[in-house]
Each structure stands twice: as structure tokens, then as C-alpha cells.
């Protein structure tokens, strides 16, 4: 097996990262205070960001609004796409939980995050507000079974999946118990993070949304809709997936984050968005490293030109990316949240390219074998195999701070690195 390996040269970008990860926070902590209350008007966002329009029947777009709103409602942990302040610009995505209300009262619409100033992704929000929040009906343990079980698949669009973009800004002084409630009501176990860590209770204000929840293409959610919405009925629960065995300790730091990315279905890619303006955006995305008994820990995706994600990669001349996954859905983090650093959580960042040549066979049986439905999504769509060639690894385990992965102990860990050419 061999890997495609850029020159270490060439990647500023990638020790800019390490660097960072390493290095003090203090001056980040000092910018909180020029944080606005405020980030937005009512008709622009930042960096040309504008709220979503619509060319669906008003009744189409109710419907969407209110199943946006019962899976917002309904998850509480996704994934945020941010602008790196440490890799130039690219892209970032790592997982993250927020609330939109206490879980048994009704929904607020209100995207409520409780951000540690010390978290990579805070620092970039603290430089460009601009994000994106991804969410998927897969991550919900009582509806994943629905989105995993053959004939559908975590990417197929009948799992629901929603991208929220917008703008961060400080929750307001009159608004901060009623966003802490909600915050502290659906993850008690932020109650107890470290007072010293720098917390800001946060709100990310939309001005896009991007709903997928059946065939037919997605769908664009007019922002004053999708508040005004009740929330759709809650579909039936089922019962969740059985929980993933053989997590190493924490403090075999490579071994966990291989067993991550091969016990894992699907992450979020994110991606520099072409048709937001150069907005951070997120994409729900099945992938696989291997069948079940061959972790190669290379990330295997399917995707069209059809498709928002692939759209980004193709437009943008670096082709980079960033790849997140959380043990959250493998259903082994107990009475913790997405966002604590018990809930192991990687970011995988680097080109991503089509598969060619030898490859593409290692890549068809990865992914085939562990998404079966692939195999029967429609030629018309002119599906190609992907692959995120990794060039830096950002990996979260057990309280002390972030610390950069090597990729030699990455590759090493399950016992034979892949020969680089």
C-alpha cells in the first residue's frame, strides 16, 4: 500500500498548525474582550454572507423550516466548520455541542454554543465569525440505526442532514441564563469544565441554510421561516446501534485515533464554500479506511460533482480540506458531551483528490464493504472515490489541551507504516 505524500516543504500551512497547537494561549484570551455583541445586520452577513433565499412553493419551505427545526432541536452535537487562523485561511472542522433549549420544552430556534477561549475553533471564531454548523439525524443513537441499516446509508439524502451558516456573536448580558440553562440542561456535564478555561457563552445568528432530507436536491430554508417554525414530529425511535469495543486507553494517543477513524461511518468534511462566498462549510460524509478487518487509516470517500463538497474541493486550487470525526456516535462516551475531551475527537486536514490508478480498487472494496448501499447510487450521477491524503492530524483525547498527532506514530500504530514513496 502506498500513500500519496506531499512535499514537507510545502506545507507551511501544516506546521503553522503543530506550532500553534503548542503554543500558549494568553494572546487569544486577550482579544475576547473586542469579541462584538454584534456581528451582523439584518440583511448581510460578514464576508458577503447573506441570509438564504428560496425558489420552493411557500408551503415546501414551512416543511423544511420545521424539520430544521426538530433536528436542531433533536441532536444537540455536530460538527463546525470554521476559517483557520493557523492554516492561512483553509478550512477547519472539529466536533462541538449546543443547545437550542432545554430537551423537554419547546425549541427556541436559538443556536447556543459554551466555547472555551483556549479551543482552536474559538480562536478562529474570535478572528472571523463566519461559520458553519453541520448536523446529521445519523448522530441522533435513536435514529441511527435508520440512517446506517442497508438500503440507506449515513449520505443518503432520506438521513436528514443540515448545514447552518451564519455569524458568532457574545450572547447578551439579558439573554446569558437563558442560554446557560439550555447549555447546561442538555450536557449537565459542562457544569463541571474548569471555571479557569475562559468560557464564552455563544450564538451563532444563520443567514444560510442548507437542508437535504430526501431526494431530489437540497434545499434552501429562508432564515425568518425556519424561526417562525414548530418543529416537526419526532419520526420513531429505534434502537441504537450497539456500542463500539476495543477502545484503547487514552494514553495510547495513536492507537485511539486509529481505532476512531476505522470504527467510525461517517464525519464532516469542510470545505471552503463556492456558492457562499468563500464561507467555511460543512458536509455530513460517509467514508471508510478499510473493511472491517483492514484499517488501513486512509480516508476513503464517495462522491458527485453534484454535491456541495465536491463542488468546494474542485474549485479550489489547494484542493484542501479537513476531515472530523467524535466518538460520540460509536456510543462509548457515557455521561459526557461531543465537546469534552474525554469524548475523544480528530480533525484530519489535507488535499483532498480522485482516486486513481491501483487505488481505486483498495478504495471500491473500503468503501463498498462497510456502505453496501453505494454500490446501487445512480451511475447518472457519475460517483468518483475520493481520498483525503492526511497531512496533519489534530487529536483530542483527555483534558490537558490539544496536542499534535505525528503522522509517523499515526501510520505506526496498528503495527506497519504504509511505504511513502
Given at each position: 500500500?502506498?500513500?500519496?505524500?506531499?512535499?514537507?516543504?510545502?506545507?507551511?500551512?501544516?506546521?503553522?498548525?503543530l506550532?500553534?497547537?503548542?503554543?500558549?494561549?494568553?494572546?487569544?484570551?486577550?482579544?475576547?474582550?473586542?469579541?462584538?455583541?454584534?456581528?451582523?445586520?439584518?440583511?448581510?452577513?460578514?464576508?458577503?454572507?447573506?441570509?438564504?433565499?428560496?425558489?420552493?412553493?411557500?408551503?415546501?419551505?414551512?416543511?423544511?423550516?420545521?424539520?430544521?427545526?426538530?433536528?436542531?432541536?433533536?441532536?444537540?452535537?455536530?460538527?463546525?466548520?470554521?476559517?483557520?487562523?493557523?492554516?492561512?485561511?483553509?478550512?477547519?472542522?472539529?466536533?462541538?455541542?449546543?443547545?437550542?433549549?432545554?430537551?423537554?420544552?419547546?425549541?427556541?430556534?436559538?443556536?447556543?454554543?459554551?466555547?472555551?477561549?483556549?479551543?482552536?475553533s474559538?480562536?478562529?471564531?474570535?478572528?472571523?465569525?463566519?461559520?458553519?454548523?453541520?448536523?446529521?439525524?445519523?448522530?441522533?443513537?435513536?435514529?441511527?440505526?435508520?440512517?446506517?441499516?442497508?438500503?440507506?446509508?449515513?449520505?443518503?439524502?432520506?438521513?436528514?442532514?443540515?448545514?447552518?451558516?451564519?455569524?458568532?456573536?457574545?450572547?447578551?448580558?439579558?439573554?446569558?441564563?437563558?442560554?446557560?440553562?439550555?447549555?447546561?440542561?442538555?450536557?449537565?456535564?459542562?457544569?463541571?469544565?474548569?471555571?479557569g478555561?475562559?468560557?464564552?457563552?455563544?450564538?451563532?445568528?444563520?443567514t444560510?441554510?442548507?437542508?437535504?432530507d430526501?431526494?431530489?436536491?437540497?434545499?434552501?430554508?429562508?432564515?425568518?421561516?425556519?424561526?417562525?417554525?414548530?418543529?416537526?414530529?419526532?419520526?420513531?425511535?429505534?434502537?441504537?446501534?450497539?456500542?463500539?469495543?476495543?477502545?484503547?486507553?487514552?494514553?495510547?494517543?495513536?492507537?485511539r485515533?486509529?481505532?476512531?477513524?476505522?470504527?467510525?461511518?461517517?464525519?464532516?468534511?469542510?470545505?471552503?464554500?463556492?456558492?457562499?462566498?468563500?464561507?467555511?462549510?460543512?458536509?455530513?460524509?460517509?467514508?471508510?479506511?478499510?473493511?472491517d478487518?483492514?484499517a488501513?487509516?486512509?480516508?476513503?470517500?464517495?462522491?458527485?460533482?453534484?454535491?456541495?463538497?465536491?463542488?468546494?474541493?474542485?474549485?479550489?486550487?489547494?484542493?484542501?480540506?479537513?476531515?472530523?470525526?467524535?466518538?460520540?456516535?460509536?456510543?462509548?462516551?457515557?455521561?459526557?458531551?461531543?465537546?469534552?475531551?474525554?469524548?475523544?475527537?480528530?480533525?484530519?486536514?489535507?488535499?483532498?483528490?480522485?482516486?486513481?490508478?491501483?487505488?481505486?480498487?483498495?478504495?471500491?472494496?473500503a468503501?463498498?464493504?462497510r456502505?453496501?448501499?453505494?454500490?446501487?447510487?445512480p451511475?447518472?450521477?457519475?460517483?468518483?472515490?475520493?481520498?483525503?491524503?492526511?497531512?496533519?492530524?489534530?487529536?483530542?483525547?483527555?483534558?490537558?489541551?490539544?496536542?499534535?498527532?505525528?503522522?509517523?506514530?499515526?501510520?505506526?500504530?496498528?503495527?506497519?507504516?504504509?511505504?511513502m514513496?
Amino acid at each position: 500500500m502506498s500513500v500519496s505524500r506531499a512535499n514537507p516543504a510545502g506545507n507551511g500551512w501544516a506546521l503553522a498548525l503543530l506550532t500553534a497547537l503548542l503554543t500558549c494561549t494568553g494572546a487569544l484570551a486577550s482579544r475576547i474582550k473586542d469579541f462584538p455583541q454584534a456581528v451582523i445586520s439584518s440583511d448581510e452577513g460578514l464576508h458577503g454572507v447573506r441570509p438564504s433565499s428560496v425558489s420552493d412553493s411557500s408551503a415546501r419551505a414551512v416543511d423544511s423550516a420545521a424539520v430544521a427545526r426538530w433536528l436542531v432541536h433533536a441532536t444537540g452535537t455536530g460538527a463546525l466548520a470554521t476559517t483557520s487562523v493557523h492554516l492561512q485561511g483553509l478550512p477547519f472542522a472539529s466536533a462541538i455541542s449546543f443547545s437550542d433549549g432545554v430537551p423537554d420544552k419547546p425549541s427556541s430556534g436559538h443556536l447556543w454554543f459554551y466555547m472555551s477561549a483556549m479551543d482552536v475553533s474559538c480562536d478562529d471564531i474570535l478572528a472571523n465569525a463566519t461559520a458553519s454548523l453541520t448536523l446529521s439525524e445519523a448522530s441522533i443513537p435513536e435514529r441511527a440505526s435508520w440512517c446506517q441499516t442497508a438500503p440507506m446509508d449515513e449520505e443518503d439524502p432520506n438521513c436528514v442532514k443540515l448545514t447552518i451558516t451564519g455569524n458568532f456573536q457574545r450572547v447578551s448580558s439579558a439573554d446569558t441564563q437563558t442560554a446557560e440553562e439550555a447549555l447546561f440542561a442538555r450536557h449537565p456535564d459542562m457544569k463541571l469544565w474548569p471555571r479557569g478555561h475562559k468560557w464564552l457563552i455563544l450564538e451563532l445568528k444563520p443567514t444560510s441554510l442548507f437542508l437535504l432530507d430526501a431526494y431530489g436536491g437540497a434545499k434552501h430554508i429562508p432564515v425568518e421561516e425556519f424561526m417562525r417554525a414548530e418543529p416537526a414530529p419526532a419520526p420513531k425511535k429505534l434502537p441504537p446501534p450497539p456500542p463500539a469495543t476495543g477502545r484503547p486507553p487514552f494514553f495510547e494517543r495513536a492507537r485511539r485515533a486509529r481505532w476512531l477513524v476505522h470504527s467510525s461511518r461517517w464525519g464532516t468534511l469542510g470545505t471552503t464554500s463556492v456558492h457562499l462566498f468563500g464561507a467555511p462549510f460543512g458536509s455530513a460524509i460517509s467514508f471508510s479506511d478499510g473493511a472491517d478487518d483492514e484499517a488501513t487509516g486512509r480516508i476513503f470517500m464517495y462522491l458527485t460533482k453534484m454535491d456541495a463538497a465536491a463542488q468546494d474541493i474542485a474549485a479550489s486550487s489547494s484542493s484542501v480540506a479537513s476531515f472530523t470525526l467524535t466518538e460520540m456516535p460509536l456510543g462509548v462516551c457515557k455521561r459526557v458531551c461531543a465537546e469534552d475531551p474525554t469524548c475523544a475527537r480528530i480533525t484530519l486536514t489535507g488535499p483532498v483528490r480522485v482516486v486513481n490508478g491501483t487505488d481505486t480498487q483498495l478504495a471500491r472494496d473500503a468503501l463498498f464493504s462497510r456502505h453496501p448501499a453505494m454500490a446501487r447510487w445512480p451511475a447518472e450521477h457519475h460517483f468518483e472515490f475520493y481520498e483525503l491524503h492526511i497531512e496533519t492530524i489534530f487529536f483530542l483525547d483527555m483534558y490537558g489541551g490539544a496536542k499534535p498527532l505525528e503522522l509517523a506514530e499515526y501510520w505506526k500504530a496498528y503495527g506497519s507504516a504504509p511505504t511513502m514513496p
